[in-house]
């Protein structure tokens, strides 16, 4: 499910919320359905590639890198 970006055309509050494309979500402030959906900014990949380091899921969460989530 994608994160999209939100604001609210009844009270302005701004908010991201995971959301299938046809769901239509309410604002947390207000509850307000009248909402104007933002473009999200997606981390770019690091270019080269051969510099990330590759990790295989063996940290302390079983999910990540060793040493991210300690």
């Known amino acids: 499910?994608?994160?999209?970006?939100?604001?609210?055309?009844?009270?302005?509050?701004?908010?991201?919320?995971?959301?299938?494309?046809?769901e239509v979500p309410t604002c947390p402030s207000c509850e307000s359905s009248d909402l104007e959906r933002q473009l999200s900014l997606i981390a770019a990949p690091a270019k080269g590639g051969t510099d990330a380091p590759v990790c295989s899921g063996d940290g302390a969460c079983g999910m990540c890198c060793p040493g991210m989530c300690d």
Request: aromatic fraction near 14%.
């Open 1 to 22: 499910m994608p994160i999209y970006g939100f604001i609210c055309n009844q009270c302005s509050h701004a908010f991201e919320t995971l959301t299938r494309s046809s």
